[in-house]
């Protein structure tokens, strides 16, 4: 039991470039969520998912798309990468909306974009 | 403003002594809380949630208390060690909207010094 896994690690691009995060659990969770983590700030959720085929946005949504075809995997795609993207990513992930079911994280990946 | 916050961003303790780490909130609803620890270069990890039928909740090391008529919570951590450093966030999952899209503020740093 893996728990949240997310790749890359690290990560730098060229502006304009585009990528795709990966994130992957292997705990049955419906919920998953995508979270971005600047310098001395707390976590601003981008996109999260309530199961396969559905998706919503968070509050930071501009730039990036989600999509979610299975349970286990919830990808981040960045289509044309800028600056202001600098930042870490976490994946999350929970079971429904019930008490004693806390988010889990990944250990995320640290993008840089020059 | 933010209605999930920390008092303080940064607290220095001594090895051994005892930490406090304190949050508001401005949700009369809420009625459950969870804190996270956030160590360098890692995801958030769950560390202890308290409803609010309860006044106070012990783990291992670890006492949230949590105060409705302020509306306070605080986290405890009795002879603090090293590996206590880090980040600590708390959430408000009724603030937010759901357990899947949790608002974090910037934490509270906890530096322990030897």
């Known amino acids: 039991n893996a728990g949240v896994t997310q790749t890359p690690k690290f990560q730098v691009l060229k502006t304009g470039q585009s990528m795709t995060l990966q994130c992957a659990q292997d705990m049955n969770h419906e919920y998953m969520s995508w979270y971005r983590q600047d310098p001395g700030m707390g976590l601003r959720l981008i996109h999260y998912s309530v199961g396969a085929g559905i998706t919503d946005q968070g509050e930071v949504p501009n730039g990036y798309n989600v999509s979610r075809s299975t349970t286990e995997d919830f990808p981040l795609r960045l289509l044309s990468a800028a600056p202001s993207q600098t930042s870490v990513y976490f994946c999350a992930s929970t079971d429904r909306d019930r008490d004693n079911s806390p988010l889990h994280f990944g250990n995320g990946t640290r993008l840089t974009v020059t | 403003g933010e209605s999930v916050g920390l008092h303080l961003p940064t607290l220095s303790v001594q090895e051994g002594d005892n930490s406090i780490i304190n949050c508001a909130y401005s949700n009369s609803a809420s009625d459950y809380f969870i804190w996270y620890k956030q160590e360098s270069g890692k995801g958030p990890q769950f560390i202890i949630d308290?409803?609010?039928?309860?006044d106070k909740r012990q783990g291992q090391r670890v006492t949230v208390l949590l105060n409705k008529t302020v509306k306070h919570l605080s986290l405890q951590i009795a002879a603090t060690q090293p590996g206590d450093s880090a980040v600590y966030f708390c959430?408000?999952?009724?603030?937010?909207?759901?357990?899947?899209?949790?608002?974090f503020g910037a934490g509270t740093r906890l530096a322990v010094h030897p």
């Open positions: 959430a408000d999952p009724a603030f937010s909207g759901g357990y899947n899209k949790l608002i």
């Open positions: 308290i409803r609010s039928n309860m």
